[in-house]
């Protein structure tokens, strides 16, 4: 399997070259060469799968085996879910009415995203380690992606991780999963700024092309197509528990519905529907709405500001993986996706060509949901099943309250990115009782270490700084 840039301008490299790449040279993001169709009894086959056997198959055919042997890549994805606390690793609940939940929170930070990183950080162990290589990594983060991040590669010799997050934009619990990580390999710094104020200083890093190569930059927000690739599992998974039977024909079709913020996890239900996944998909926004309107209007438009939210992972107003959807539904234009992202980046709004916004229109649903929205589908599920939302899963299980009705034909599962015990004062505004784990009040009396980005700094010659240093303490001590 060879990767090309969604721009069209970086030629073909394997996965090693992507995994550590980020961003290609051209500036676009990496996307398989080609996308392969699974066939009936392949997906007969994998329906009797485990979710960590359908990982495995996944990566055996994105991930060559002359890169990562098939043995060694199934010890390596054992190795990453093996701090998950639920035996499934995923989880499906099923509540009253047909609503249907499924858990992908029971990793190390209750995030959704550790089932991607635990993976990522696994196969960037398994690189350095036998390339003898160090790398800094640097994340900039809303929520989530900070803190599943660091846990992958917390105390590692080969990597150093330096993660930006908006100063009381997150949850007291995510922050805290950050900054009581004391390891040397790990750099905090809380900003005063948004979640997409702290992307440009890290933008600005990765631009200069030559500091990246020096101090070998990379990336593990969603641009990096591992994290794509091991999410695309969570949709064969419910595909599989929500199928009433593989053996009628046509398959029947399930409805999944995403809390949506940077649109990675979304790229991975396209790609999985690509792949022959008899799958429809729905994205669920906050007031952060820039894919809601882009869908329904063609408005791809940054608004006047992000807009903070009970669903804070979600407050993104730049969602960089919308250019891979661009990709996809656009029939791999490369040149389209080229032009639209050069103006966007420019003009920060562009209208979307006819034909794109046509077949993004046909294939995508989208809603918005209010804070008022989430607080009450919180309450809603709480009095019908006695079962806790976290407000980005609320954003989910909204839609479906709101279209219950809707496509009998089909299944509907809610997609759970988050455990409630990470966001206690969205609970409590719901007017519901949370019993706070011993493992969070913990957390709670831990020391915490990190540094401050003050606005009106210059915060890209900070990190510079910050990196170079490390780089240099890092040096001298293998020399």
Known sequence: ???????????TTDFEGVLFSGYAIDGGLFMPESIPALDLDTLKTWSRF??????KQLCSIFISPELIPKPKLSDLIDKAFSRFKHKEVVHLSRLKNGLNVLELWHGPTYAFKDLSLSCTGQFLQYF????KKHVSVLVGTSGDTGSSAIESIRGDKNMDIFVLLPQGLCSQVQELQMTTVIEENVHVFLTEGNSDEIDEPIKELFADVDFSSKHKLMSLNSINWSRILVQMAHYFYAYFQCTPSMDNLPLPVVEIVVPTG?????????????????????????DNDIIHRAIQQGDFSLSKSVKSTLASAMDIQEPY??????WLFSGSDSNLVKNLMEEFYVTKSVKLPPGLHKQLYEHLQTSTISDEEILRTMRHCWEDNDYLLCPHTATAVCYYYKNSDCHPRSSRCCLAPAS???FEDAVCKAGISLEVSSEIRELKE?????STLKRGEDWARILRQQIEAVTKQRNSVWS
């Open 420 to 422: 409630p015990v990470k």
């Open 262 to 286: 940077g649109g990675g996890n979304l790229t991975a239900g396209f790609i999985a529907q690509k792949m022959g996944l008899p799958i429809e998909l729905v994205a669920v926004v906050n």
């Open 128 to 131: 350095l380690k036998k390339r």
């Open 321 to 326: 993986n919308m250019e891979r959807i661009f």
């Open 50 to 55: 485990s979710y960590p056997e359908l990982v």
């Open 446 to 450: 831990m020391e915490t270490r990190s």
């Open 1 to 11: 399997m060879r990767y090309i840039s969604t721009r069209g301008g970086a030629g």
